[in-house]
């Protein structure tokens, strides 16, 4: 066997020390865990640790973000053809993880994640941001099923996950405590429900002071990326509106899609943030966890067309043209026939990309 590269040393040190930190999580909490134990199970120095991971919360959410990327879904009923079935997979899938009472069982990392957001607002608001995309992408998903223009479901998802995550987290703290077929019963009940918000037309009061986007001519030839939704290379000649988004402003996307997604059009939302080393793990795991979900709810056909890349190192922000991101960037190029057709910043850029009119 040849010598290891410093790279390839590296990467079996991080693994190393991934591993290492999910046992030390696992068993004691996040509160309880050491970097110097961890260094020890993983038998590295200090130092190496912190080589790979800024500090004991990027590790924590690194080691989730692991995990969640590892986790098989179950396989899609046979049939999905209404909002209440989808509805109802998914907690389903969700419940089956819940603890059961008297369980002889392994620590979940996981448990402490509710907590370790809440200590700091630097995670809150990412971390809210994060799941009001999993409210957008499951919201379009649901439209898909009950007929795209019909209703706005969105407001729905945002419900079904507030239910399933609060139930998830009680279930942790009191193993046993509710039954975990009426939790699926009233996920599947929302179907039913009339939302304020759910009808009607969407239109953010902001949306009438948007600037046009400017048109340009220029290349678009970003890197090779991967759709973190579906685990595969995200398509780089795909007409629609690429969305650079940090984590402050993760809800804009929903400004694209409902004005490209109509269209036919493809909208990639590249997420970035100025903190890549802790929230980009943090951004991780809540979107591996919501592929998971869209996995074992939805058919593939009836997926919402937007894609979700991960871009912590900020090299396909810089093929849209953007030399420098925060949690606060809000960027949006038009792509056509592989060139960049439209540019829009700041506060309303995915609604002005999107509805720019293109030859």
Same mark, same amino acid.
């Given at each position: %066997?040849?010598?290891?590269?410093?790279?390839?040393?590296?990467? %079996?040190?991080?693994?190393?020390?991934?591993?290492?930190?999910?046992?030390?999580?696992?068993?004691?909490?996040?509160? &309880?865990?050491?970097?110097?134990?961890?260094?020890?199970? #993983?038998?590295?120095?200090?130092?190496? !640790?912190?080589?790979?991971?800024?500090?004991?919360?990027?590790?924590?959410?690194? /080691?989730?973000? &692991?995990?969640?990327?590892?986790?098989? #879904?179950?396989?899609?009923?046979?049939?999905?053809?209404? !909002?209440?079935?989808?509805?109802?997979? +998914?907690?389903?899938?969700?419940?089956?993880?819940?603890?059961?009472?008297? #369980?002889?069982?392994?620590?979940?990392?996981?448990?402490?994640?509710?907590?370790?957001?809440?200590?700091?607002?630097?995670?809150?608001?990412?971390? *809210?941001? +994060?799941?009001?995309?999993?409210?957008?992408?499951?919201?379009?998903? +649901?439209?898909?099923?009950?007929?795209?223009?019909?209703?706005?479901?969105?407001?729905?998802?945002?419900?079904?996950?507030?239910?399933?995550?609060?139930? &998830?987290?009680? #279930? *942790?703290?009191?193993?046993?405590? @509710? &039954?975990?077929?009426?939790? =699926?019963?009233?996920?599947?009940?929302?179907?039913?429900?009339?939302?304020?918000?759910? *009808?009607?037309?969407?239109? $953010?009061?902001?949306?009438?002071?948007?600037?046009?986007?400017?048109? =340009?001519?220029?290349?678009?030839?970003?890197?090779?990326?991967?759709?973190?939704?579906?685990?595969?290379?995200?398509?780089?000649?795909?007409?629609?509106? !690429?969305?650079?988004?940090?984590?402050?402003?993760?809800?804009?996307?929903?400004?694209?899609?409902?004005?490209?997604? $109509?269209?036919?059009?493809? !909208?990639?939302?590249?997420?970035?943030? @100025?903190? $890549?080393?802790?929230?980009?793990?943090?951004?991780?795991?809540?979107?591996?966890?919501?592929?998971?979900?869209?996995?074992?709810?939805?058919?593939?056909?009836?997926? $919402?067309?937007?894609?979700? /890349?991960?871009?912590?190192?900020?090299?396909?922000?810089?093929?849209?043209?953007?030399?420098?991101?925060?949690?606060?960037?809000?960027?949006?190029?038009?792509?056509?026939?592989?060139?960049?057709?439209?540019?829009?910043?700041?506060?309303?850029?995915?609604? *002005?990309?999107?509805?720019?009119?293109?030859?």
């Amino acid at each position: %066997m040849g010598r290891l590269t410093r790279a390839e040393v590296q990467e %079996m040190n991080r693994r190393k020390v991934l591993e290492a930190a999910r046992e030390e999580f696992g068993e004691r909490g996040f509160r &309880d865990a050491k970097i110097d134990r961890i260094a020890e199970r #993983a038998g590295l120095t200090r130092g190496a !640790v912190y080589s790979n991971f800024p500090g004991k919360r990027a590790l924590y959410f690194a /080691v989730l973000a &692991d995990l969640a990327s590892r986790e098989v #879904a179950p396989a899609p009923p046979a049939s999905v053809d209404t !909002v209440r079935e989808a509805l109802g997979a +998914l907690a389903r899938g969700r419940v089956a993880r819940f603890p059961l009472a008297g #369980a002889e069982s392994a620590e979940h990392p996981a448990r402490d994640l509710p907590s370790v957001v809440l200590a700091d607002a630097q995670t809150r608001e990412p971390y *809210a941001q +994060l799941l009001k995309l999993d409210a957008i992408v499951l919201g379009t998903a +649901l439209e898909g099923l009950a007929g795209r223009g019909r209703t706005r479901l969105v407001p729905v998802a945002e419900t079904a996950l507030t239910l399933l995550h609060g139930a &998830d987290q009680l #279930a *942790a703290a009191a193993p046993g405590f @509710g &039954d975990p077929f009426q939790v =699926v019963a009233a996920c599947e009940q929302l179907a039913e429900l009339a939302l304020e918000g759910s *009808a009607g037309a969407w239109a $953010p009061p902001h949306l009438p002071f948007v600037a046009k986007a400017r048109p =340009v001519d220029e290349a678009w030839t970003p890197p090779a990326a991967t759709d973190a939704l579906r685990g595969q290379v995200a398509p780089s000649a795909e007409d629609g509106v !690429v969305a650079v988004l940090g984590l402050h402003r993760l809800e804009a996307v929903e400004e694209a899609l409902r004005v490209a997604a $109509p269209a036919g059009e493809t !909208v990639t939302a590249v997420l970035v943030t @100025g903190e $890549p080393g802790e929230l980009g793990p943090l951004a991780r795991l809540t979107v591996a966890e919501l592929g998971v979900a869209l996995r074992q709810a939805f058919p593939r056909g009836v997926w $919402p067309g937007v894609r979700v /890349v991960h871009d912590e190192s900020g090299v396909v922000a810089g093929a849209a043209g953007v030399s420098a991101v925060s949690d606060a960037t809000e960027v949006a190029v038009r792509v056509r026939n592989g060139r960049v057709v439209a540019r829009a910043e700041g506060r309303g850029a995915c609604y *002005a990309a999107a509805s720019a009119e293109v030859g």
